[in-house]
């Protein structure tokens, strides 16, 4: 071997030894944020559609409150991912329904909770205005007939 050759025959496994486990974890922390994102999505999807379809219910206060805990129920099963440490709280007013979710999500690795916190907190609440689409298209006409 030429004193050329021998220079240059370990610069590729020293370059690899750095950039291998940088993009490990980049891949990992992408994926890890990607199923975050899809939870808070999911949750504020959730809630709002559980405080929209139980501001439809005519019945009363308490028929929208268990309307929405059923819908919000059967909307939870459908998640991809596990939602641990999930609380749920709704409240029904004359004029709207409002759904709070709280969720926490776990860090995958030991070590990364050396350098974050050990859960992040997800939060999601929506509110849905309680609407009587009949007596709104009535004082709709009322109005039309008066102004002609």
Known sequence: MTKGNWEKD???????????PITAILIT???YLSFYLYTVAFLNQAAYIAAFRASLCDEGNAEAEAAAARELDK????????????????NVSAVSV???LQANLALP???????????????????ALIR???????????IGDFIE
């Open 98 to 100: 409002g759904v709070s």
């Open 132 to 142: 009587d689409a009949a007596a709104f298209i009535r004082a709709a006409r009322r």
């Open 10 to 20: 370990g610069y590729m496994t020293l370059e690899a030894s750095f950039i291998m």
């Open 75 to 90: 909307l939870l099963k459908e998640s991809v991912l596990p939602i641990k440490g999930l609380e749920k709280q709704i």
């Open 29 to 31: 922390a992408l994926m």
């Open 109 to 127: 690795a030991p070590g990364l909770q050396l350098i974050s916190q050990k859960e992040w907190d997800i939060t999601a609440e929506k509110k």
